[in-house]
């Protein structure tokens, strides 16, 4: 009897541990969200904010004028998180094998600092390199490979260089921890049976490392998506993202239920995302 | 005898013939690899590190160009702290040093906020058991997932209304400000507090709270002279996160912060918005500085941390 009392005490105490974090995030997270679904199928009035009756005009030009931004923001983050895996595989791999557990230490830092220093600054450097008179462009002209600047800046590419240089850290670490884990004898016994190294590779190790690559990806592109600052800054019009065209219908003379609809489309494909990954990612590890 | 022992000789030099074939194929395979997995990390590094070491270097060139190098100046810093940042009079000292106060209170508060509430809920995860424990845990890890352009939104959207209501109700006109910008900032760093909290109570051995238990503590003083020194460390570090995420934070503070209240990634976006000035770099410079001080600061105390646990 004394032992369920106190159970019950711990439940108790338990949920009463649990409860301002309950109420933070129900008031300021999860009914905000459930607030801005709703937005999202009001009429726009004058002023830009939700009015009766419901509509869902808002999702049709979502699908219909807005698509090409919609594919475009999926596009620019497939190409990001694919060039993120190309570099950020073989760089993992290259750490999580050095033997010196300093070396290890010292790569994995130099990955992470960049990492913290703020967001807008580090993009704003890519302004820097890549702008007309920037300096990748007079580098280039210095040494007479280019008469006329090439443009750079405000282009889909320099919107991938951005987000790729963001969010590179997001793809090596959880790489790092699958190949850190990988047993490499099992490269020995594909040795044995025949396998060359690019074999060995294909078939045993990366395989293997499969759950780092997915949970890579995931942690990737779901920020690709949900980007604004990186195609705000780098992009200009032909970069623009789903992100920017949320950021356009607020303030102003916005228009809060397209934005919050945009908003919701956007949640969506981040929450397909992650359900694929807990679907087909974690299902090896 | 002899013919077939020849054939034999013969098949077993086409077999080793054939086997340096697949040989050399194989080390170029092998050495490609080599040159390629080499290769990577110093292309990575500097790809990582160029832009910060081009931003630092030309905060201190003399001319205005972002291109060439013509003499070291202090000049930008001395603009920062002295004057007029660039052409743009509308970014003065007085403005940056206002955001940046902003900047530091509301870090505080949302650190001092997130950090209680956070490690309480990490202790209610990893110590007790109750119905809808599991959803709690995923609700928990939304605010880290979900883009902060949407929680921005969904926030603007949400006191926009509230403040409708209430200017209904009351006749009373609320602006937002500081405030709302911290109640955003907590709601997405108790996620990663609670992370951070959670990983170290789970290592922590529960013996050690049984122990003081039997020893006579209560409940109070087991959690005061056991628990809490433990998690302390994880619970600065935590709080370390909270702190530079804040502080880091720009979408959520720009959504919620109304149009009289900047920070300073808010105000360092106004001033990238216009233009390439040499004082931006020198900004940035100070800024990537003080950030590198506060994770090295933050990795000392988990060092600490994991040398002890």
């Known amino acids: 009897m004394l032992e369920a009392r106190s159970r019950r005490r711990r439940t108790l105490g338990g949920v009463l541990l649990a409860l301002p974090a309950i109420l933070w995030l129900a008031l300021f997270f999860l009914i905000p969200l459930g607030i801005m679904v709703v937005v999202s199928v009001l009429t726009r009035d004058a002023s830009g904010a939700g009015v009766l009756p419901l509509t869902l005009e808002h999702y049709e030009r979502v699908f219909g004028v807005f698509s090409p931004v919609l594919w475009r923001s999926i596009g620019i983050s497939l190409v990001a998180t694919l060039v993120c895996l190309v570099i950020g595989y073989p760089l993992a791999f290259f750490i999580s094998t050095r033997q010196r557990q300093w070396v290890r230490q010292v790569c994995l830092f130099l990955v992470i600092l960049p990492f913290w220093t703020n967001f807008l600054v580090r993009t704003y450097a890519w302004r820097v390199l890549l702008g007309d008179e920037g300096t990748i462009n007079s580098i280039l002209s210095a040494t007479g490979l280019i008469q006329e600047p090439l443009q750079l800046l405000n282009t889909q590419f320099a919107v991938v260089v951005g987000l790729v240089y963001g969010f590179l850290p997001f793809m090596v670490l959880p790489i790092y921890a699958s190949v850190e884990r990988f047993d490499f004898r099992f490269v020995d016994a594909a040795h044995d049976l025949g396998a060359n190294d690019l074999r060995a590779f294909l078939e045993v190790v990366f395989p293997l490392t499969l759950p780092g690559v997915f949970a890579g990806s995931a942690l990737v592109f779901i920020p690709c998506v949900g980007a604004f600052v990186t195609p705000d800054l780098l992009g200009g019009t032909s970069g623009l993202m789903i992100g920017n065209l949320i950021q356009r219908q607020f303030g102003g003379s916005g228009n809060m239920p397209l934005g919050s609809a945009l908003s919701v489309v956007m949640m969506v494909i981040v929450m397909l995302t992650l359900l694929a990954y807990v679907r087909f990612g974690t299902r090896r590890a | ?309």
């Open chain 2, 1 to 309: 005898m002899a013919p077939s022992s020849q054939s034999l000789n013969q098949s077993a030099g086409r077999a080793i013939e054939i086997n340096t074939g697949r040989l050399q194929r194989d080390l170029l395979i092998r050495r490609i690899g080599k040159i390629g997995l080499y290769f990577n990390p110093v292309f990575s590094f500097f790809f990582l590190w160029a832009p910060i070491a081009v931003l630092v270097v030309f905060s201190f060139n003399e001319s205005r160009s972002v291109a060439t190098f013509t003499g070291i100046t202090l000049d930008w810093y001395v603009n920062i702290f002295t004057g007029v940042l660039g052409a743009e009079s509308a970014f003065s000292t007085e403005l940056l040093l206002d955001s940046l106060s902003n900047s530091l209170i509301i870090g505080f508060i949302t650190t001092l906020i997130s950090t209680v509430i956070g490690t309480m809920v990490a202790m209610s995860l990893v110590r007790s058991d109750y119905p809808g424990k599991r959803l709690l845990d995923g609700v928990l890890y939304l605010p880290v997932v979900i883009p902060e352009i949407t929680q921005g939104i969904s926030l603007a959207v949400f006191f926009n209304m509230l403040f409708d209501y209430w200017n209904m109700l009351t006749g009373q006109r609320l602006y937002p400000g500081l405030h709302t910008v911290v109640i955003g900032h907590v709601a997405f760093t108790i996620s990663f507090v609670a992370v951070v909290v959670r990983a170290r109570l789970a290592d922590m051995n529960p013996r050690l709270e049984e122990a003081a238990r039997d020893l006579g503590a209560n409940e109070w003083r087991t959690f005061r002279e056991v628990t809490f020194p433990l998690l302390l460390p994880a619970i600065i570090a935590g709080g370390l996160l909270a702190f530079t995420l804040s502080l880091d934070d720009f979408l959520v503070t720009f959504f919620t912060a109304g149009s009289g209240t900047n920070t300073l990634p808010v105000f360092v976006y106004g001033l990238l918005k216009l233009t390439v000035t040499p004082e931006i770099n020198a900004i940035s410079t100070i800024m990537v500085v003080a950030s590198t001080v506060l994770i090295g600061i933050s990795l000392s105390l988990q060092g600490r941390n994991a040398t002890r646990g």
